[in-house]
């Protein structure tokens, strides 16, 4: 699968992009606490910058991982969770009707991703103001604006961010721009932006009413690492390697030996049972 927008490089839009190899140390690093970040969108960079082998034909570096647009960034996270593990899981959702608790099974490989649109990055409108150049948000626009708390202050931040004048390449002043011409350029950057779900459709086992239901893009970062750490525990306490050695080990490779583990359990437990 491709990036849905990807990166302009020297004028060719590139879509390709591959993740390293899981190991515990990412999985670890994936973990709530262990990437220092001040907000969310800075853990995000943080989280791609380390799980990314190449990016856009290129070696990803903060810069590259900042200009890839908000889309393109949720689409890789959840193709991270993808990459890491995508077996079936279950959402817990309450009922908005009659307020029942109940699960949905979801496989994050199966929520659908909205390619972008035309133009895309960017693409040239004709407004009272004169013909501006708009552009979708990027991961660096939204570590911009996660740092300004007003929520007004950090629309005019955003805006004065995607918009220029497209014959000078001025900025242009927010305050300027009035609610209609605002509500076309979010309509027109909606328009060329990829997507990826976040929510998805599901009925009430009780009631039957439809349910929306958050599925999150960021479910690497949410993994519990209970398990992680006993699986390091089992195989230190078996093969006497050191948490270090462990935690370099590709994530099918822990769980081969894991396997083995469990096997001359078994077998153990059969001779004895034999042996009487
Ligand atoms: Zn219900």
């Known amino acids: 699968m491709q990036l ?11 879509r390709d992009y591959s993740f390293r190899a899981v190991t515990g140390e990412l999985e670890l690093e994936l973990s709530e606490n262990a990437l220092q970040a001040t907000s969310h969108p800075a853990r995000v960079s943080a989280v791609l910058l380390r799980a990314l082998q190449r990016i856009a034909g290129c070696e990803p570096n903060a810069g590259l991982i900042g200009r890839l647009s908000v889309g393109d960034r949720q689409f890789l996270m959840r193709r991270l ?32 991703v909205k390619a ?16 501006l150049r708009v552009r979708v948000p990027s991961g660096s626009d939204q570590e911009l604006v996660a740092r300004v708390e007003d929520d007004d202050e950090a629309l005019r931040t955003l805006l004065s961010r995607l918009i220029r004048h497209a014959d000078s390449g001025a900025e242009v002043a927010p305050e300027s721009l009035d609610a209609g011409l605002i509500a076309l350029i979010e309509s027109q950057v909606e328009a060329m932006a990829p997507e990826v779900a976040t929510e998805l459709l599901a009925d009430c086992p009780v009631c039957q009413q439809q349910n929306r239901v958050t599925a999150t893009p960021y479910a690497s970062m949410q993994r519990p690492t209970g398990e992680l750490f006993s699986e ?40 004895r049972f034999i042996e009487g």
Do not use: Q
Not at 91 to 112: T, V
Not at 242 to 265: F, N, Q, V, W
């Open 232 to 271: 390091i525990h089992r195989l230190a306490l078996h093969y006497h390697w050191g948490e270090a050695e462990i935690l370099a080990l590709p994530r099918s490779r822990r769980h081969t030996y894991l396997a083995l583990i469990d096997r001359t359990r078994g077998m153990r437990s059969a001779e």
């Open 4 to 14: 849905p927008g990807g990166l302009i490089i020297d004028g060719e839009r590139r």
């Open 81 to 112: 969770a993808i990459h890491i593990d995508d077996s079936l899981s279950w959402l817990s959702a309450k009922c908005g009707s009659c307020g029942e608790p109940f699960d949905i099974p979801l496989r994050h490989s199966e929520l659908p």
């Open 116 to 131: 972008a649109g035309e133009g895309y990055p960017e693409k040239v409108i004709e407004s009272a103001l004169g013909r």
